[in-house]
């Protein structure tokens, strides 16, 4: 391990170094930052494990994840050297030493909110736990991750298993590059996570790199234009990139902004190769006029080159594309397969080696996380996002090792929070009735039926102002949340009182509502006063149907 551990700040250090590089990359930028927000769903699992267990109840803002890590950073500011030495001195019990929050402490820190501090010292005096061990049990077990930055997709790796026929296909087709001839441009195309950015990066990098060895020099200029998504914003990025630096972003006519860079860009003899990463939302968003100017360059310039890598992840979007740029785009097609398991499974191998301590997997682990990403369309990203919340999950649990039972916790935790955005994004009438049932719920309901589902609706639409649809409707409704597996709605037989559907939440309670309640025409139902309204009222009046 110790070799691995050796790599990894340096691999690292690189791989952020071409985030910055690479600029629009929010993927890999915002990575760097907040935790790994590229993938929303295992940061907010992560997340949500830390703040659930411990700091939920004191954000402030009651409203998450980054809220409370930025809170965390404070109080690691503040106290470090604290909270230190007390998990050294164990025998050191004295409630003084524990007073994070004590303000003479936080004085010293210019960053530290005093709000907060309140708050951090409250938390502390008042636990049961408030002894200084809160962190003590946590940093007892053994590590888990050596480093766990290598399983963010912001890391580009060393080695590609799986991938060497596209990346020696690359390579052929930018060699001529290196000799100061114009490459031939490149589309790639394959379905996310097939490793199709992760292969360019790699290949661009060793390109730049030989190329410091030649005459001609050659650079790559990587934009992600989900980011940089007009024709406007790349052609201003590319003059900003050779020194056009008053290029402004928006407010120039467009034609000024193409001669900027190409005047820029012919100041010497140079190959650029541009690489135009989910190239597929450009021409969504803004048709194929910078593929066609950027293409048809090479006619005017005379001491520089300019050749295209296109990368989609959309096999589909040449239908959108002129001809001309098609065919000129085109040259040459490389095609990135889904991977299947095996595959996978050296891919995960590999990045475990360097991102989790020796020997804390055991065997089921990889082959678990690989055979689930096969199963959504050969995700290598989904792979490795599962393997590191599995390990997540056993930090959590405080588990030495990463077993079976925590890939599958963490598989079931990516499940939820793409619940929770299916949740966040219902239509408002949908929430209201999928409200009603969580409501109905938390009266410990386990099943409940329509009938009851459209009384519980009713009052929830009174409360609110809101509209209310007929019971027919509601009904329907009902079968589209479960449709989205939000919950299960079966139809019972009842024997001579005919048939009846049994309605049940099937995702968790608390986490459901919470994401309700954050739409703001949903906002109005204070918990607790409107559960304890219903209560009242469901006494009076309610009867089973
Ligand atoms: P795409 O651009 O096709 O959506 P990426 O290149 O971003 O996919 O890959 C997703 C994640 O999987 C990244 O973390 C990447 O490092 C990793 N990955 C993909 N393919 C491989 C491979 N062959 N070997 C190692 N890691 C890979
Ligand atoms: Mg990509």
Redo the contacts with the bound molecule.
């Keep these: 391990m110790d070799e691995s551990d050796a790599d990894d700040p340096r691999a690292d250090a690189e791989s952020t170094a071409e985030s910055v590089r690479a600029g629009e990359g929010h993927d890999e930028t915002s990575d760097g930052l907040i935790d790994g927000s590229f993938s929303d769903d295992v940061d907010s699992v992560s997340d949500d494990g830390i703040s659930e267990d411990t700091f939920d109840s004191n954000d402030p803002s009651g409203s998450g994840d980054v809220k409370s890590g930025t809170d965390i950073n404070n109080l690691d500011d503040g106290t470090g050297d604290r909270v230190g030495d007390e998990a050294d001195e164990s025998d050191t019990t004295d409630e003084d030493t524990i007073g994070v929050g004590t303000p003479a402490e936080y004085t010293d820190s210019e960053y530290v909110d005093v709000s907060e501090i309140d708050t951090v010292g409250d938390v502390v005096d008042d636990g049961e736990e408030g002894d200084g061990r809160l962190f003590d049990d946590f940093l007892d077990v053994d590590p888990i991750f050596s480093n766990k930055e290598v399983l963010?997709?912001s890391?580009?790796?060393k080695?590609?298993?799986?991938?060497d026929k596209q990346v020696d296909a690359m390579a052929r087709s930018l060699v001529p590059a290196l000799r100061g001839e114009t490459p031939s441009n490149i589309l790639i195309y394959?379905?996310?996570?097939?490793?199709?950015?992760?292969?360019a990066k790699y290949v661009a990098n060793e390109l730049q790199e030989t190329s410091d060895t030649t005459d001609v020099p050659c650079t790559v200029e990587y934009i992600n234009c989900e980011q940089v998504d007009t024709q406007y914003r790349v052609l201003a990025r590319l003059a900003q990139k050779f020194g056009r630096e008053d290029v402004p972003m928006t407010g120039w006519p467009t034609d000024r902004v193409y001669d900027a860079f190409f005047e820029a860009v012919d100041t010497r003899e140079r190959v650029v190769v541009v690489m135009l990463?989910e190239i597929d939302k450009l021409v969504e968003k803004s048709g194929d006029d910078t593929l066609y100017n950027l293409s048809r360059m090479n006619s005017d310039l005379e001491n520089a080159r300019v050749s295209i890598i296109g990368?989609s992840?959309d096999v589909q979007f040449t239908e959108l594309l002129d001809p001309r740029v098609r065919s000129s785009l085109g040259e040459e097609d490389i095609v990135?397969p889904p991977?299947n398991a095996n595959?996978l499974r050296d891919?995960l191998e590999?990045?475990a080696e360097i991102s989790f301590e020796d020997g804390v997997l055991t065997n089921d682990v990889i082959p678990l996380c690989a055979a689930f990403a096969a199963k959504e369309h050969g995700d290598?990203?989904r792979?490795?996002d599962l393997l590191r919340a599995a390990g997540e999950a056993a930090e959590r649990s405080k588990s030495d090792k990463v077993k079976e039972q925590h890939v599958r916790e963490a598989q079931e935790r990516i499940e939820l929070n793409r619940v929770v955005e299916v949740v966040r994004t219902l239509p408002a009438q949908s929430k209201v009735v999928l409200y009603s049932i969580i409501t109905l719920d938390d009266e410990s309901r386990a099943k409940m039926n329509t009938g009851e589902v459209y009384n519980t609706y009713t009052r929830v639409c009174a409360e609110i102002n809101m509209d209310k649809l007929t019971q027919r409707r509601v009904t329907d409704l009902i079968s589209e949340l479960d449709m989205l597996g939000v919950v299960n709605s079966v139809v019972v037989s009842k024997g001579r009182y005919g048939r009846t559907r049994e309605i049940s939440l099937s995702v968790p309670r608390d986490e459901t509502k919470r994401v309700i309640l954050e739409d703001s025409r949903l906002a109005a139902l204070d918990d607790t006063e409107f559960t304890d309204a219903v209560q009242s009222r469901l006494d009076d009046t309610d009867t089973d149907g």
């Design positions: 963010r997709p890391y580009t790796p080695k590609l298993p799986h991938r394959g379905k996310t996570g097939t490793g199709k950015t992760a292969s990463d990368i992840n990135f991977y595959q891919i590999q990045r290598a990203r792979a490795l």
